[in-house]
């Protein structure tokens, strides 16, 4: 007699989150409901209640889960580069942020509705902080490699703000597919003229 196999919790952990990436991609964070994504998860609300508490609860982990994406797209990007010198680091940053993970269709959608429940939702509001966070002190601590600590500041600062707004420009344009290739092309583009900027103050300050 065959027996019903039981999965791991991780496993199961997973099918439920992306169910909920399902639903919430289908008709949008605020008309999702527990036993939408149970149907979807083809499981009982009681299973998925057991794994995530609520709600609440279940959309916090997915939110962490989407971070955990984006973590681990840049620790990759970050490890091919090949001459590990600060500007190809930034750049694959950049990379990172506009992967096909942080691009296509349901990704952007999803990360709108969280974005925009961030602002009610307190939890959520400090996952958006440690990744907002995250950025700024990642694109700073290559910068500071190449550039005096105010200006390396700045630079992160102005990098992480054209990453955030090149990304929701494209995720609220009407085409169906992410133009990766050119925002690539403008955040690289800021990139060379805040060090072509650096060099030319350090030649004036040689030739005072």
Same mark, same amino acid.
């Given at each position: 007699?065959?027996?019903?196999?039981?999965?791991?919790?991780?496993?199961?952990?997973?099918?439920?989150?992306?169910?909920?990436?399902?639903?919430?991609?289908?008709?949008?964070?605020?008309?999702?409901?527990?036993?939408?994504? *149970?149907?979807?998860?083809?499981?009982?609300?009681?299973?998925?209640?057991?794994?995530?508490?609520?709600?609440?609860?279940?959309?916090? *982990?997915?939110?962490?889960?989407?971070?955990?994406?984006?973590?681990?797209?840049?620790?990759?990007?970050?490890?091919?580069?090949?001459?590990?010198?600060?500007?190809?680091?930034?750049?694959?940053?950049?990379?990172?942020?506009?992967?096909?993970?942080?691009?296509?269709?349901?990704?952007?959608?999803?990360?709108?509705?969280?974005?925009?429940?961030?602002?009610?939702?307190?939890?959520?509001?400090?996952?958006?902080?440690?990744?907002?966070?995250?950025?700024?002190?990642?694109?700073?601590?290559?910068?500071?490699?190449?550039?005096?600590?105010?200006?390396?500041?700045?630079?992160?600062?102005?990098?992480?703000?054209?990453?955030?707004?090149?990304?929701?420009?494209?995720?609220?344009?009407?085409?169906?597919?992410?133009?990766?290739?050119? *925002?690539?092309?403008?955040?690289?583009?800021?990139?060379?003229?805040?060090?072509?900027?650096?060099?030319?103050?350090?030649?004036?300050?040689?030739?005072?």
């Amino acid at each position: 007699m065959n027996k019903r196999r039981v999965k791991p919790e991780h496993v199961r952990r997973e099918e439920i989150v992306n169910a909920a990436y399902e639903v919430i991609f289908e008709v949008g964070l605020s008309n999702t409901t527990m036993a939408q994504i *149970a149907k979807k998860a083809q499981l009982s609300v009681g299973i998925v209640s057991h794994y995530f508490g609520d709600k609440q609860g279940l959309i916090n *982990a997915c939110m962490l889960e989407m971070l955990n994406v984006l973590r681990r797209k840049t620790a990759q990007y970050k490890a091919e580069v090949q001459d590990s010198h600060p500007e190809s680091m930034i750049k694959a940053i950049i990379d990172s942020n506009f992967d096909i993970s942080q691009v296509n269709q349901r990704a952007m959608r999803i990360w709108l509705d969280f974005w925009s429940a961030s602002m009610h939702m307190p939890e959520l509001s400090r996952l958006q902080r440690i990744n907002d966070q995250r950025l700024y002190s990642n694109l700073k601590f290559h910068f500071l490699e190449l550039m005096p600590k105010d200006q390396a500041s700045i630079a992160a600062r102005g990098l992480a703000a054209l990453i955030d707004g090149l990304w929701l420009r494209g995720s609220l344009s009407q085409d169906t597919t992410f133009d990766s290739t050119l *925002a690539r092309s403008i955040a690289y583009d800021y990139v060379d003229t805040q060090l072509k900027l650096v060099k030319q103050i350090r030649q004036e300050r040689q030739n005072e």
